[in-house]
Structures are given as structure tokens and as C-alpha cells.
């Protein structure tokens, strides 16, 4: 064995991540930093464990966290110690510690496409951040804080952003524990990375990371440390692909509302999807009492003293069962709003081949769908022949019997959640697209977009490999085996459905009151307390439109920020409403 290759086997033992060899720390050192060392991050406090001189400082410290913050004290040689001082308010975090040491670091050379990572620089990136980590259900730092953090030396944040229209991709946050207590082991963490769920490009992550790794090591640090749920599969494999490994280091929480979920074990719920989840929390909130009864359907019933409501996600019963016929049957739906005065698009049963040829002859595009169904099943949008019209009746059989021709109409697709005859939240719903790499065939973008959808919805959203995606495909000019060219964005859907791999954008800041006063309108004319109306506008701050559906049981957990849920649970149970400015 070569000279060098004996200094690398002694320099891979000595850090090699063991309880050993963590003990070996230059511990002796840190009598040059501050004692006690706690990181204000906007979310909550990081505690540096080895900087504090006996576990019972730490624990008393620990439990100092300020309301709705989240704390995490980490590095420490003995969280069993720690534990044990108030065992009642502290509990072990079931999370990994990761490191990567600098020099074993590899770069990359192959640069991100379609979007860019940079420096936080304005007020604007602040907020847009705050946004982006209360999507994610995130103790959010607050944009103020963060604003201020731009010139810090101890903290830095880094943003993802869309090169072709600016917006926010996704954050990270660096901590340099150098320049917070003058570290003796030079070290730095990664903290709070949060990827836009909608992203369409792939690699926003990994080039976060990337560049919070090249920013500390340029600062000359040692290494990069971060923190991961144990059961977060693909953040661990994205982790130990850059070269961290796991190092025996352990964090401490408290026992607070926000990290419940971490220490009171499975529940009954945790089977829930998405849309019945954000529900059952906002329950649990308010002291409501929650049963499951089928987990796999949304099944669940809230009970609150002597009120017991069945709800199946968004669906209650508060919703007639005349009502819910009403917005399953898209034909009465229409004849409905129609007499109510509400502009719908112009509509007829298909009986014949013939009759349905002569409709599309008359407009010239057309959709052609189920009357009934849910979730974009059995749709065909901008249908413009008659050999596509034939083969989009013929699937539209598969789901209904009972098929209905529409004028197709230009505008994007407005889905208005109307609550208790209010609008709750608004959200444009974009069709599923993918961006050219120039290397890769349409269908390999397709699978890969479907499963970054399907990792950020809980399995919720992907993009069907079927004879409706080759049509859209078909009609752009493409087949499904040619490489997309470098940045092109190609539209692989009509609809706008999430299920099929569509993406939400929240408006509901910008709807126009005359497009909420028309969905009120409606919900009203179908008497139904909570519905989700879907219109096609030219702008939402505009006042054209028409209603094309309405959903009798909305996706709530599509609209976040926006408090669906609360007003979901406030319309069950209005004596549990928490009034501003009272407690």
C-alpha cells in the first residue's frame, strides 16, 4: 500500500461515522466559543448541543421555545440525558443526521435547464418564500425575518427560479456554524428545503443542495450537515447520491401542536388521503372528535358533543343527496345554471353519429365527455374531426352511457371553491405539460413528470400513458417517441385535472367579483353548501366567462393557503369558529 493510500484509509477510519470516533470531537476548544449557542432561523431556534455545559441547561433551554415555533436542538452526545430532564415536554426527533465532508465533494457540470439558482435579493423573493413553505405545511420564518437575514453572515437563503417567467421554484437555507459561535470543527448545515410540488423541471433540489454545499465550502468549511426524516426515501437517496453519509448526531423537539405527528405514533387517519387529511386536522384543532370509517374511500365522521356529521372528504351531509344529482349529471347541471341567467357553454346528449358530426360542424371544436364521472375520466377537449369525434365518443361510453357534445370555449380553466355560499379560494388549473431536454423521447418526459406528480400529491396526480395524451401529442406535431428540443414546453393534455397530472395556481387574490358573485350564484341555484364551480375565463381579473361544471366534492387540500379547510369545518361545526380577536 502506497504512502497516500495509508493517509486516506487512516483519514476514512478517523471520520468514520462511529460513537468513537464522534467522542473524538476537539471538544477542548469550544471553551473559545459562546456557551449555550442558539441560531434564531425564523421557524425556531437551532440549538448547538455541544456548545451547552450540562444536559439540564439544554433541556431548560429547549423548553423555552417561543409559541408557534418549532425548536430543534441537535449535536447532542447523551439525548437520553437531555430526555430525561423533562421527558413530559421533549421527545427524540425520528430523523437522520447526514454529513458530507467537503473534500469528497464532487461538482457537477451539467448546469440546471429552465430555471437558475441565486441569492435571496429582494423583499419580493421574501415573500414569495413564506408562500412556498406555508404550501408545504412548513413553520414558516416570516418574509420580514428573511428580508432582514440578506446581508447575515450566519444564515443565507437560496432560491430555485423559473427562468422564462421568474416565479419561485423552490429555497433552502444554509446555517454557518463558523460564523455563529466560532465552531472549532468549521463546520455548516442545510436546513428548511422546500421544492415547489408543481415544479416542471426535475433537479431543483439537488441543485439547491448543490449550491449550498459550493457556497460553504468556498467559505473554506469542513463540511455540510442536514437533517432528514427517517422514512423520507427519496431525499435520503438524492442525500447519499452527493456523497453525505450518516453520522451518529441526534436532535431533541418539543412536544408542541406542530410536531404532534412525530411523537404520538400512527393514528387511524394516517391512511387518509390528502383531501380527507386537511380536514381531520383542522377537526383535531378544534377539539372535534374524529372516527375513520373507511380510509380508503375518505370515509370519516366529527363529532363534537351531541353532533355527529358523516363526511366523505369534502362531501357532508349537509349536501342533499337532490343537490349532489344535481352536479353529478353535467346536463342537468347546465339546464340548471343556464335558467338561473349564468352563461354556460351551448350543449346536447349525443344520439347519433350524424346529430354529433352536425354539432361539430357548427362550432368547429368540441368536448366531448361523460355526463357523468369525475376526475377528467373519459374527457376529450378541442375535439376538431370527425374520425377523433367517433373515437372520443367511444371512450367516453366507457365511463357513462350517456354522453354529452359541448362547444369547446378558449380561456383557462377557473376552479371557485364556494363554501357556505362564499367563495372560499380560486385557483387556475394548468394542463399537464413537459420541457424538452433535447436528449429525451416525449414519452420518458411524460413518465418522468408523472412521477415527480405522484411523489408531490401522495400518489394524487400523474399523466396517463393513453390514446388522449398521443391525440394532444399528435395534434402539436409530435410522436411519442421523438426528443423534445431543449426548453420547449409541449402542452400532453386538454384538461386541466389534477388526477391527470394537471398543476393548481392560486388566484383567488385576483378573482374578479363579478366571476365570484356568478359561482356564488350558482352554488345557490343548486342549493349545495359546498361545490367547486369550474368556469373557463379569458382573465380572471376580467368579468367573461362561462360554468361548465360544478363538483359536489371539491378537492380542498388542492388550494392551500387559502383556509378551505377552516371554513369547511366552521360550515360542521359553526359554535367552534375562532372570531378575530378572540381566543
Not at 469550544?30 to 437551532?46: I, M, Q, T
Not at 450540562?54 to 423555552?64: F, G, T, V
Not at 366531448?368 to 377537449?381: H, L, T, Y
Amino acid at each position: 500500500m502506497s504512502l497516500k493510500d495509508r493517509f486516506n484509509h487512516r483519514l476514512e477510519r478517523s471520520r468514520a461515522p462511529s460513537l468513537k470516533n464522534w467522542d473524538r470531537r476537539p471538544r477542548a476548544d469550544l471553551s473559545v466559543a459562546p456557551a449555550g449557542v442558539a441560531v434564531d432561523c425564523g421557524w425556531g431556534r437551532l440549538l448547538f448541543g455541544q456548545t451547552f455545559t450540562d444536559p439540564k441547561s439544554l433541556a431548560r433551554s429547549l423548553q423555552e421555545e417561543h409559541p408557534g415555533k418549532r425548536d430543534v436542538a441537535l449535536y447532542l452526545n447523551d439525548p437520553h440525558v437531555v430526555l430525561s430532564y423533562a421527558p413530559q415536554d421533549l421527545f427524540l426527533d425520528p430523523s437522520h443526521t447526514f454529513r458530507l465532508w467537503f473534500e469528497r465533494y464532487q461538482s457537477c457540470t451539467r448546469r440546471p435547464k429552465g430555471f437558475h439558482v441565486r441569492l435571496l435579493n429582494s423583499h419580493t423573493d421574501a415573500v414569495a418564500i413564506q408562500r412556498l413553505y406555508l404550501a408545504h405545511h412548513m413553520v414558516p420564518p416570516g418574509a420580514e425575518f428573511v428580508w432582514n437575514q440578506r446581508t447575515s453572515k450566519v444564515l443565507s437563503y437560496w432560491i430555485a427560479e423559473d427562468s422564462q417567467d421568474g416565479s419561485l421554484l423552490g429555497v433552502v437555507n444554509g446555517v454557518d456554524h463558523a460564523a455563529a459561535f466560532q465552531d472549532p470543527e468549521n463546520g455548516a448545515s442545510l436546513w428548511a428545503l422546500a421544492v415547489d410540488l408543481q415544479a416542471p423541471y426535475p433537479g431543483i433540489g439537488e441543485a439547491l443542495v448543490r449550491q449550498v454545499v459550493e457556497y460553504h465550502q468556498a467559505r473554506g468549511r469542513a463540511f455540510l450537515d442536514l437533517s432528514v426524516m427517517h422514512d423520507n426515501s427519496n431525499a435520503i437517496r438524492l442525500y447519499r447520491k452527493l456523497g453525505f453519509e450518516r453520522i451518529p448526531a441526534f436532535a431533541l423537539k418539543n412536544k408542541n401542536a406542530f410536531n404532534e405527528p412525530l411523537f404520538i405514533g400512527r393514528q387511524p387517519e394516517a391512511d387518509l388521503n390528502p383531501y380527507a387529511t386537511i380536514i381531520v386536522d383542522e377537526a383535531r384543532r378544534r377539539g372535534i372528535g374524529v372516527e375513520v370509517i373507511d380510509a380508503e374511500a375518505g370515509y370519516f365522521a366529527l363529532t363534537l358533543g351531541g353532533r355527529r356529521i358523516l363526511c366523505r372528504e369534502s362531501l357532508s351531509d349537509l349536501t342533499s343527496a337532490i343537490a349532489m344529482s344535481r352536479c353529478d349529471d353535467k346536463a342537468i347541471t347546465q339546464r340548471v345554471l343556464k335558467r338561473a341567467g349564468l352563461r354556460v357553454p351551448e350543449q346536447i346528449r349525443y344520439q347519433a353519429l350524424d346529430q354529433a358530426e352536425a354539432f361539430l360542424s357548427r362550432f368547429g371544436r368540441v368536448v366531448v365527455k361523460p355526463a357523468r364521472g369525475e376526475q377528467g375520466a373519459g374527457i376529450s377537449v378541442d375535439v376538431r374531426d370527425p374520425e377523433t369525434l367517433e373515437t372520443a365518443i367511444a371512450l367516453a361510453r366507457r365511463v357513462c352511457e350517456v354522453v354529452i357534445l359541448e362547444e369547446f370555449v378558449e380561456g383557462d380553466d377557473l376552479r371557485i371553491v364556494v363554501i357556505d355560499f362564499k367563495v372560499v379560494a380560486a385557483a387556475i388549473r394548468r394542463p399537464a405539460q413537459v420541457v424538452g431536454t433535447g436528449c429525451h423521447s416525449i414519452r420518458d418526459l411524460i413518465q418522468a413528470r408523472s412521477r415527480r406528480r405522484r411523489a408531490a400529491t401522495g400518489g394524487e396526480s400523474s399523466i396517463p400513458l393513453d390514446a388522449e395524451t398521443e391525440r394532444c401529442v399528435r395534434q402539436a406535431g409530435y410522436g411519442m417517441k421523438d426528443v423534445l428540443p431543449e426548453g420547449e414546453v409541449l402542452q400532453v393534455r386538454k384538461t386541466a385535472n389534477l388526477h391527470t397530472g394537471g398543476t393548481i395556481h392560486d388566484v383567488t387574490a385576483d378573482l374578479n367579483p363579478v366571476l365570484a358573485e356568478a359561482a356564488c350564484a350558482a352554488a345557490r341555484a343548486l342549493d349545495i353548501p359546498v361545490t367547486g364551480l369550474d368556469l373557463l375565463v379569458p382573465d380572471v381579473r376580467g368579468t367573461d366567462y362561462v360554468i361548465i361544471e360544478a363538483n359536489e366534492r371539491p378537492g380542498l387540500a388542492n388550494h392551500e393557503p387559502q383556509p378551505t379547510a377552516e371554513r369547511f369545518v366552521d360550515l360542521l361545526f359553526p359554535r367552534t369558529v375562532v372570531r378575530e380577536g378572540l381566543g
